[in-house]
């Protein structure tokens, strides 16, 4: 191993101490000893593979001598039970963050219900009142002097801005496309928006031969939102495109742009500069069981790679 943390040396020593004196006759008092290893490790930062690297060097030690002792099973066995009580809190670990990407998943549904309906509200509810609004109006001008009539046809006006507003707070929340269309029809929509507020040319291509799952439509939507919202806000691009690919068992979607670009892992590792927007994106995909893959460097643009599976 060509470089070894401090955390990861100290380790080292106490792995191969208390394993040693497991084999003595420690018993319960050093299983409980190598599940305490297995927490420090996961709470340093170290993985599995990190573990059983420090496993091997424990054991290959203690090994030696076993023809010799006339013991070898009985030392394997008491390394094995060894290993599984230190590799227990990574199993826990695990165990939780499925729990909590499940719980997170869960919420994620929750919430994109609610924006749905209240999505719907504004586009439905909101513009039927509104409708209802200018046709009392219309009435109420025609029984008016002509410069009262005019003021009615400026609150008119005034009625059709927040019309217009309430349309488009509606498909930034959720546009009816997406449950309607699907995919791509809901991108194409939000290019467009996009391009017309900002002046930033996107194009979107491929297709997803028919309809995905709705949580998956739902997910990638969202993806590619964000990736466009950080390409015109942050990145300050020209240009980006959007290309969705479906293969015979994933769904690919590609987020590029020709923007100033950032450094990726230094962006991963500063809390201060950790973007919530990369976090909510990472968090759906892995929701899914996803891949994501972030290329990016400065005055290059942003490549934002997401794989989604799909059940045979």
Do not use: W
């Not at 165990?95 to 439905?124: C, P």
């Not at 809901?186 to 467009?192: H, I, N, S, T």
């Not at 919202?229 to 690919?245: D, P």
Request: hydrophobic share 40%.
């Amino acid at each position: 191993m060509s470089s070894m943390s401090e955390a990861e040396r100290q380790l080292r020593l106490l792995y191969a101490q208390a394993l040693q004196e497991h084999l003595a006759g420690g018993g319960e008092a050093t299983l409980r000893r190598a599940y305490e290893l297995g927490r420090k490790a996961v709470a340093d930062g170290l993985g599995v593979l990190d573990l059983a690297a420090v496993y091997t060097g424990a054991a290959a030690a203690s090994m030696r001598n076993a023809d010799s002792d006339g013991n070898a099973v009985e030392k394997a066995e008491a390394m094995h039970g060894f290993l599984i009580e230190s590799l227990s809190p990574f199993e826990i670990t695990h165990r939780s963050f499925r729990e909590a990407n499940a719980a997170l998943y869960r919420l994620n549904e929750i919430l994109e219900e609610e924006t749905k309906r209240i999505a719907h509200m504004l586009h439905d509810d909101a513009t039927q009142l509104l409708a209802a609004v200018h046709i009392a109006l219309a009435d109420l001008a025609s029984e008016l002097p002509s410069d009262l009539g005019n003021r009615i046809q400026e609150i008119r006006g005034h009625l059709d801005q927040i019309e217009a507003q309430l349309r488009d707070l509606s498909h930034d929340l959720r546009p009816t496309l997406l449950d309607d269309l699907g995919l791509l029809p809901a991108l194409e929509f939000l290019a467009e928006g996009i391009t017309k507020r900002t002046g930033v040319a996107i194009v979107v291509e491929g297709s997803t031969d028919g309809r995905l799952p709705p949580s998956i439509e739902t997910a990638l939507y969202r993806i590619v939102q964000e990736g466009l919202v950080n390409a015109t806000r942050h990145a300050r691009a020209g240009r980006a495109m959007v290309q969705v690919t479906r293969g015979p068992r994933s769904i690919r979607c590609a987020v590029r742009d020709n923007g100033i670009g950032f450094d990726v892992q230094a962006t991963q590792t500063d809390k201060n500069r950790h973007s919530l927007g990369l976090v909510a994106i990472r968090e759906r995909v892995n929701a899914l069981g996803g891949a994501l893959q972030i290329n990016s460097s400065a005055q290059r643009g942003t490549e934002l790679l997401v794989t989604i599976p799909l059940e045979d």
